[in-house]
């Protein structure tokens, strides 16, 4: 009987991680898969609902690689989520791949970012460091290169309702965005098995929308009028300041929108819907789901 191969996610009690590891239940057994915890006694709740379902849990923190070691003995394929931790990923990344050549796992699964390569978004410039660190390392590595999730637009969302106005700085610029479920699809199939070794994968939603046409997507779901006001990326910047965001989170808005006007988040090559061998969810069934919940 074969041995089925251990499974490692890490990240594992954020939103993409665990969407990864309750798609990975739908195929293999949950003795398969571990899941990578920051500091599982501090989150216990997290922790004993993962090992209530029969999954491993280890502490694997990226800031300490004293705790990733030991976290990946043992493992065959590992899923290395993208920090949250903007300036910090360099370093952080490193430590885990590090640990996994040292550990010998046998294949890495990185999340970039659509074509980061020559990406013009300033996010783009960490996640290209990590995959010079995969080359780098001399490990069997596969790139998942995500484009935008369409929820990173739903939390912008309620100061748009309270003003009647979306602001941004995208101008007509197309977003290929895909639900979170569609990106943790992908990331389970190519974790789960198969030939994924030096692969990269530019992973996008199928159809794309400008700001413009997701605004009137949300006044029709909501029922009350909205607008979406263009402003230059410094303009934006400056209102997003003013409107309480942190400098870093003020940058990476103005930024990417700037990006998203030069085309850097529109992809028309329909990889991820035939990774994960179904069509993503189209954006306008994730804002509607969203605006009718609130």
Avoid at 154 to 159: D, E, G, I, K, Y
Avoid at 184 to 211: K, M, Q
Avoid at 227 to 242: D, G, I, K, V, W
Wanted: charged share 20%.
């Amino acid at each position: 009987m074969p041995v089925m191969p251990k499974l490692f996610v890490t990240g594992a009690t954020g939103q993409l991680g665990q969407h990864v590891i309750d798609t990975l239940l739908e195929t293999v057994p949950a003795s398969a898969i571990v899941a990578g915890m920051r500091d599982p006694a501090k989150d216990e709740g997290a922790a004993n609902a993962f090992r209530k379902k029969g999954i491993e849990v280890r502490t694997a923190d990226y800031s300490r690689p004293e705790t990733l070691a030991s976290a990946f003995a043992g493992v065959d394929r590992l899923l290395l989520i993208s920090s949250s931790e903007n300036g910090e990923r360099k370093v952080q990344h490193r430590n885990v791949i590090n640990a996994a050549k040292d550990a010998g796992v046998g294949l890495i699964a990185y999340t970039s970012i659509l074509r980061a390569d020559t990406s013009p978004l300033f996010l783009a410039e960490e996640h290209r460091d990590t995959e010079a660190a995969l080359a780098e390392a001399g490990v069997p590595f596969v790139l998942l290169r995500n484009g935008w999730y369409t929820e990173v637009y739903t939390w912008r969302l309620p100061l748009a309702f309270k003003h009647g106005v979306l602001i941004g700085a995208a101008e007509d610029g197309r977003i290929s965005s895909a639900a979170r479920a569609d990106y943790a699809s992908a990331a389970a199939t190519v974790l789960a098995g198969g030939d994924h070794a030096g692969r990269i994968y530019e992973l996008a939603g199928d159809a794309s929308f400008t700001l413009a046409e997701l605004v009137a997507v949300v006044a029709e779901a909501s029922g009350k009028p909205m607008a979406y006001q263009n402003m230059t990326p410094e303009e934006f910047r400056s209102a997003a300041l003013q409107a309480g965001a942190p400098e870093i989170v003020a940058r990476i808005l103005s930024d990417t929108d700037a990006g998203v006007a030069k085309g850097a988040l529109f992809d028309n090559g329909g990889e991820l819907a035939r990774l994960i061998g179904r069509p993503t969810t189209p954006f306008q069934t994730t804002i509607t789901g969203f605006v009718r919940n609130q």
